[in-house]
């Protein structure tokens, strides 16, 4: 049919009433799901919410969105809405050194979104949009901020952040059967700090900080495994001094056999064993055992060879 739309217009998401007439000069089809054709002008069947002819008076009733308006001689959609970020959030907003969190964020209007801050490689995250998640490991104990900043159609922009808080978590409590270390320190699970269960992770590498003047343990089980291995301390450029390293049942103690502990400068670990490899510090199945780091000699506080940030690399292998 041949129609005459001249002067109309549809717009704000109202209903009109085109009245179909025959005439010559312009056309206009559609359907449900289906652009429309008005003088050679194309409305997206997504910007329509429906259309409809009324058995009774041969009328035709478009609504389109909100903001959407359409002539005879154009078709305007509606201007981009500002970008938002409706939501960005840690959960849980706070964790252990070693645990997850995880980031999720829903936005608006955004064409694109980029990561700043935080840890844990969340700056290289691949944003989607308009919603997402991710999972964040982090490892040392502080309050980090991470920050989403997206970017909306008309260059405009939104951003939010989020804070995680890392705690070291208490100590496990020693064994009643240990002596009280010459110095002061602190412990971690093996999982708190690799996130998994010894002896994995092989070959991969770990920072840590170790007290100057004092020891960091980290206690592991050795359950039923029977393999051997060796644990190394990689020296970091930043942190001077000699590293000291031992493998006991107690945290902190360095008064071990000497295949059990080693000082390192450049190269070199302890080898472990619990199926009885020869030159090995000789580890039993189904016990616990703290592997210590310090840059003192063991025993004195004052024999510190580190001042201020004294950092370690810890690596897992097989010798």
Known sequence: MMSNLNGLKFSNGLKFVFVLTAVSGAVISGKTRADINFDGQVVPATDISSIAILPASGDLNIITIPGYTVTKNSVTPPPP???????????????????????????????????????????????????????????????????????????DTAVRNVTVTVNTPAPPPVPGSCSASPLTGSTKTWL??????????????????????????????????????QFVSVGVTSTSGIRKGAISECPGDFKVA??????????????????????????????????????????????????????????????
């Open 258 to 319: 000497p295949a059990c502990d080693y000082s390192w400068g450049i190269g070199g670990g302890i080898n472990w064993a619990t199926n009885g490899k020869a030159g090995a510090c000789q580890l039993q199945p189904n016990t616990t055992y703290y592997f210590s780091l310090t840059f003192t000699d063991g025993f004195d506080p004052a024999s510190a060879t580190c001042t201020g940030n004294c950092t370690v690399k810890i690596q897992v292998v097989n010798p």
């Open 192 to 229: 708190q700090f690799w996130g998994v269960d010894f002896p994995m992770p092989i070959y991969e590498n770990r920072l840590d900080s170790i007290p100057s003047r004092g020891y960091k343990a980290y206690e592991f089980n050795t359950g039923n495994i029977v393999d051997n291995g």
């Open 81 to 155: 809405g500002a970008v938002a970020i409706t939501g960005f959030s840690a959960s849980p907003a706070t964790i252990n050194e070693g645990q997850s969190t995880i980031l999720s964020w829903t936005t608006t209007n955004a064409q694109s979104c980029t990561p700043s801050g935080g840890v844990g490689g969340w700056n290289a995250q691949s944003i989607g949009v308009p919603n997402g998640s991710t999972s964040i490991t982090i490892a040392t104990a502080a309050s980090y901020t991470f920050t989403l900043t997206c970017t909306g159609a008309a260059n």
